[in-house]
């Protein structure tokens, strides 16, 4: 103890972990009288005119001049306090509703005598407002910085070929790229092509990551990350929000807000309320209202909301890539939260991790062959004859068990893999009929997981290695042959 006077300095440590509380008691004094002022927004009876998180407060009104009371409510309390209002950072936000819209003059609202600037975009607790598409604008800044942080990860190895393996990069991005992505969209719930943006730009990293063609079909990006969609991710966030405002205290504004809004709003509102309620049906949680009187735990809702969630995206995404001819070697097996066995590698050095690419190319069935060549060319007409033997068309089949050029390279991994092949497999009582092109492109087609863990683990740890290897070589030697061409095709041009 001292018995030195010392003066109070004002402000609480930027990014402390009391620092919000702190300053929340210290506002609290000014939202108590902005709420009982009876000014200002209002859904129904419940007064929710100033939204505020920590030192940013949002000043909500349809009334022109009621709002300038409320900012001079806010200026009066800064000078009680002793704190000053930012004069750059206070402004003005016209919103456009379909029902009413002001006239607005400039220079109508003042700061301290000083006219506050009129904006039309404006960030309140990182969510970006605006006069007309607060979804657009928080969705092109949230890709922006998420591209950013993209960036700042490439330098640890996260970029695809070469870099980190397939599990640790889909884990940076869980953990590092898809909150900022998805920060606030909880609350402004995108729709149409503006989520559809954010889903395209999601879908451009992971595949990316996989080193996946561009024109990749979706289901199997999320097949072999095992990531959810981009709407799935914000849905969660969504419904977990009720679940909290479930638990809320009845008195709060929120939880009676979600009262009101669930009891009186038909089923085509805007309210948030009634848009977390449809997207609940879809995912058949009934009865929202039920949960909001009787809540479940925080722990047993999100249980609850993962399960039906993943249940509706598993059967969705596993239908849809069922239906594409390209991915008739993948296995359908769509499991949320893991990688695929397909894009692992055991040992996590560069040599096995390299390998990698060109083994989903050819299994998600985006292995440019001269077969699918002739197929894309339109105008001029090419070949589907293979160029190393011009003896039969390049399919698949021909370029991995038949094209003789490639011969040399094939034969003593071919025949490891059916010895390892047929052993590993005569575990698994298969009464259906093993196809070898099948076992090289996807093995993990034939064992299942959950049904014999042994034989998942030796499919992964040799067989699986012994495919990507011969695929592999395969894919070198067959380039080695076709540049060899090529130059042999150059010099007689020459002549
Ligand atoms: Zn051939």
Redesign the pocket.
């Known amino acids: 103890m001292s018995k030195e006077m010392f003066t109070i300095d004002q402000g609480v440590r930027q990014g402390g972990a009391f620092s919000a509380d702190l300053y929340k008691i210290y506002i609290n004094p000014l939202l108590n009288i902005l709420s009982t002022s009876g000014l200002g927004g209002r859904v129904g009876n419940i007064n929710c005119c100033a939204p505020t998180c920590a030192d940013d407060v949002a000043l909500v009104s349809n009334n022109p001049l009621e709002l300038q009371t409320m900012i001079n409510i806010a200026l009066d309390f800064s000078k009680r306090e002793g704190y000053l209002l930012q004069p750059t950072k206070s402004v003005i936000i016209p919103v456009k509703t379909c029902r009413k819209f002001y006239e607005i003059e400039d220079g109508f609202w003042k700061l301290n005598g000083k006219n506050m600037p009129i904006v039309s975009n404006a960030s309140h607790i990182g969510i970006q407002k605006s006069d007309k598409n607060s979804a657009e604008s928080t969705v092109n800044e949230n890709i922006k910085k998420a591209r950013r942080a993209m960036y700042s990860l490439m330098g640890t190895g996260l970029h695809g070929e070469n870099g980190l393996d397939s599990k640790t990069s889909i884990a940076l991005i869980r953990t590092y790229i898809l909150p900022i992505l998805t920060y606030g969209l909880e609350i402004l719930l995108p729709k149409g092509k503006i989520l559809n943006n954010i889903s395209i730009q999601y879908k451009k990293w992971i595949k990316q990551i996989l080193s996946l063609n561009s024109n990749v079909a979706d289901s199997a990006v999320y097949t072999l990350s095992g990531l959810l969609p981009i709407e799935a991710e914000i849905h969660v966030k969504a419904i977990n929000l009720f679940g909290n405002i479930s638990r809320a205290n009845c008195d709060s504004i929120e939880w009676r807000l979600a009262e009101r809004q669930l009891q009186i709003k038909s089923h085509n509102s805007c309210s948030w309320f009634i848009e977390v309620k449809e997207l609940c049906l879809k995912y058949e949680i009934n009865d929202l209202y039920a949960y909001l009187t009787n809540p479940l735990s925080k722990f047993q809702w999100k249980k609850l909301v993962k399960s039906k969630i993943h249940d509706y995206w598993t059967s969705k995404i596993t239908d849809e890539s069922k239906g594409y001819s390209t991915l008739k070697f993948m296995d359908h097996k769509y499991n949320i939260g893991s990688v695929h066995p397909l894009a692992i590698s055991v040992n996590a050095n560069l040599k096995d991790i390299r390998k990698i690419p060109v083994r989903l190319k050819i299994s998600t069935g985006n292995y440019i062959l001269q077969t699918h060549k002739a197929s894309f060319s339109k105008n001029n007409f090419i070949s589907p004859t293979?160029k190393?033997?011009g003896?039969?068309d390049?399919t698949v089949e021909?370029f991995i068990l038949l094209?003789?050029?490639l011969e040399e390279t094939r034969i003593p991994l071919l025949s490891k893999i059916l010895d390892n092949g047929s052993l590993i497999l005569a575990k698994v009582a298969t009464s259906f009929p093993i196809d070898l092109i099948q076992l090289i492109i996807n093995p993990f087609c034939y064992v299942d997981i959950n049904a014999n863990r042994a034989v998942f683990e030796e499919t992964s740890n040799i067989l699986e290695p012994l495919c990507r290897q011969l695929l592999y070589n395969m894919h070198n030697k067959r380039y080695a042959l076709l540049a060899n061409i090529d130059k042999q095709g150059s010099r007689k041009s020459n002549f």
């Open positions: 293979c190393l033997c003896k039969a390049e021909h094209c003789e050029k």
